[in-house]
T-cell receptor, first 113, second 111 residues
Framework: GAGVSQSPSNKVTEKGKDVELRCDPI?????LYWYRQSLGQGLEFLIY????????KSGLPSDRFSAERTGGSVSTLTIQRTQQEDSAVYLC???????????FGPGTRLTVL | DAKTTQPTSMDCAEGRAANLPCNHS???????VYWYRQIHSQGPQYIIH?????ETNEMASLIITEDRKSSTLILPHATLRDTAVYYC????????????WGAGTKLIIKP
């Protein structure tokens, strides 16, 4: 299993609840990226990590969204007080270095009722 | 990053070559052309990229016009498993980590 993995694959939650989405990048990849994809749309960049730091958080749509990465490996995207407009597929990708080809995980489909 | 324009959808017969066009008329001299595809319910998959020379790998060929304002992704012998949305993206390699995604081309391979 050398690919990027994400969990859960599907998450259904009620409006106002908090959710955590997890990403396990490819071992040895220093860069990690989070994207969001709404139905029928291209990907929307959210945030990237170089090691454990996130130099650019400009893509996060609101302060309800946060992300962290520990040990230069696993990353967690947290959405607080979820809203219906947060419903989307959240994709994680990793690359060996910034700018290298990005390898994507299968995504987490989030549905906010 | 430069904006790209792709047809919304295309059909291709199984076993034939699928040619997917992309316009990127505002591309800068240091911007690369990248292609990814996304099979239904999966994450995107890298296919190929190039700067100005034509490129070929085990998946596809990339033909870039001399003025670099457009390119074509060629799948030489399309199979049903090639049915996917294909995204053409231009980016500055190394310095720009963001991939700016359009809506892509929905390619349907028909038996």
């Amino acid at each position: 299993g050398a690919g990027v993995s994400q969990s859960p694959s599907n998450k259904v939650t009620e409006k106002g609840k908090d959710v955590e989405l997890r990403c396990d990048p490819i071992s040895g990849h220093t860069a990690l990226y989070w994207y969001r994809q709404s139905l029928g749309q291209g990907l929307e960049f959210l945030i990237y990590f170089q090691g454990n730091s996130a130099p650019d958080k400009s893509g996060l749509p609101s302060d309800r969204f946060s992300a962290e990465r520990t040990g230069g490996s696993v990353s967690t995207l947290t959405i607080q007080r979820t809203q219906q407009e947060d419903s989307a597929v959240y994709l994680c990708a990793s690359s060996f270095r910034i700018g290298d080809e990005q390898f994507f995980g299968p995504g987490t489909r989030l549905t906010v009722l | 990053d430069a904006k790209t324009t792709q047809p919304t959808s295309m059909d291709c017969a199984e076993g034939r070559a699928a040619n997917l066009p992309c316009n990127h008329s505002t591309i800068s001299g240091n911007e690369y052309v990248y292609w990814y595809r996304q099979i239904h319910s999966q994450g995107p998959q890298y296919i190929i990229h190039g700067l100005k020379n034509n490129e070929t790998n085990e998946m596809a060929s990339l033909i870039i016009t001399e003025d670099r304002k457009s390119s074509t992704l060629i799948l030489p012998h399309a199979t049903l498993r090639d049915t996917a949305v294909y995204y053409c993206i231009v980016r500055v390699a190394v310095s720009n980590y963001q991939l700016i995604w359009g809506a892509g081309t929905k390619l349907i391979i028909k038996p």
